[in-house]
């Protein structure tokens, strides 16, 4: 019983500074890790739903070009127009394509830094449309084409 209470054994400042400090550097690298990791999925997930937006965009557009009478169409630059009223459109400033139905201005998609549409020097019947889109947050761009046979 003597020996158990005799024990001087315990830890010195010198060994607990180097244990904290220890644990602290390894609380800090996960740490680290584990805000890289969340950080980059952040930046993915806003990268991946801007292709979304710019690919539902495309395909908005490709379906509403289809549907209506192609004689009626024509484009130029950042504009496609029916019946000579603009139609769906790209306002630099805003960075935004709208479409107008019945006089009202409508939201296509947002976070827009490039909108064309062109008829081929080959085909005056074929219409090529550019869209490319930036991440405000990462600055990423994606970029979409296609081209429409427009069906008189």
């Given at each position: 019983?003597?020996?158990?209470?005799?024990?001087d054994?315990?830890?010195?400042?010198?060994?607990?500074?180097?244990?904290?400090?220890?644990?602290?550097?390894?609380?800090?690298?996960?740490?680290?890790?584990?805000?890289?990791?969340?950080?980059?999925?952040?930046?993915?997930?806003?990268?991946?739903?801007?292709q979304?937006?710019?690919?539902?965009?495309?395909?908005?557009i490709?379906?509403?070009?289809?549907?209506?009478?192609?004689?009626?169409?024509?484009?130029?630059?950042?504009a496609?127009?029916?019946?000579?009223?603009?139609?769906?459109?790209?306002?630099?400033?805003?960075?935004t394509?709208?479409?107008t139905?019945?006089?009202?201005?409508?939201?296509l998609?947002?976070?827009?830094?490039?909108?064309?549409?062109?008829?081929?020097?080959?085909?005056?019947?074929?219409?090529?449309?550019?869209?490319?889109?930036?991440?405000?947050?990462?600055?990423?761009?994606?970029?979409?084409?296609?081209?429409?046979?427009?069906?008189?």
């Amino acid at each position: 019983m003597m020996s158990i209470l005799k024990n001087d054994r315990g830890l010195s400042l010198i060994e607990l500074l180097v244990s904290v400090s220890l644990l602290s550097m390894i609380l800090l690298i996960v740490t680290s890790i584990q805000l890289f990791g969340q950080n980059q999925f952040m930046n993915q997930t806003e990268h991946v739903d801007s292709q979304a937006d710019v690919r539902y965009a495309m395909n908005d557009i490709q379906r509403k070009i289809r549907s209506a009478d192609g004689s009626q169409i024509t484009t130029k630059d950042d504009a496609i127009y029916l019946n000579n009223e603009e139609w769906i459109y790209f306002e630099a400033g805003s960075s935004t394509i709208w479409e107008t139905v019945d006089e009202d201005k409508n939201k296509l998609v947002d976070n827009i830094k490039m909108f064309t549409a062109h008829p081929d020097e080959d085909h005056i019947e074929k219409t090529k449309i550019t869209i490319e889109s930036f991440s405000p947050t990462n600055g990423q761009s994606t970029t979409i084409s296609s081209s429409i046979y427009i069906r008189n």
